[in-house]
């Protein structure tokens, strides 16, 4: 069994990490904030689907895959890398004065994010 000391360092070393929001609850408050609860909640949605599609691939075995293969790997990279460029781009070249969006573009905008 671990030390006691061992136990209080490694429980103070996760509440640290619970208690940081990392870059999906930035976007679930501001996307809350900014267009209300419904946005929110859809944005919570994508997210959560896009770990979902984390998890199948996982146990279906396309991590393991990805790991061992370099050209798999650099493809599934380049793709996501090209896709974000992507709306980067279009978001920055949209003349749209209004940001709203809605609730399913939310949802399914923020599953393409987090998935890539």
């Known amino acids: 069994m671990p030390a006691l000391s061992t136990i209080v360092v490694f429980l103070l070393a996760g509440l640290g990490i619970l208690l940081i929001p990392g870059p999906a609850v930035l976007y679930i408050v501001t996307r809350s904030v900014a267009q209300g609860r419904r946005a929110g909640l859809a944005s919570v949605g994508g997210i ?3 770990n979902l599609v984390h998890l199948v691939a996982a146990a279906l075995g396309l991590s393991a895959l990805l790991m061992t293969s370099a050209l798999a790997f650099s493809v599934v990279k380049y793709l996501g890398a090209a896709y974000l460029i992507f709306l980067g781009v279009r978001t920055l070249l949209t003349r749209n004065t209004h940001l709203a969006l809605s609730k399913s573009r ?11």
């Open 106 to 116: 939310a949802l399914l905008l923020c599953l393409s994010a987090t998935v890539c």
């Open 48 to 50: 959560e689907t896009a």
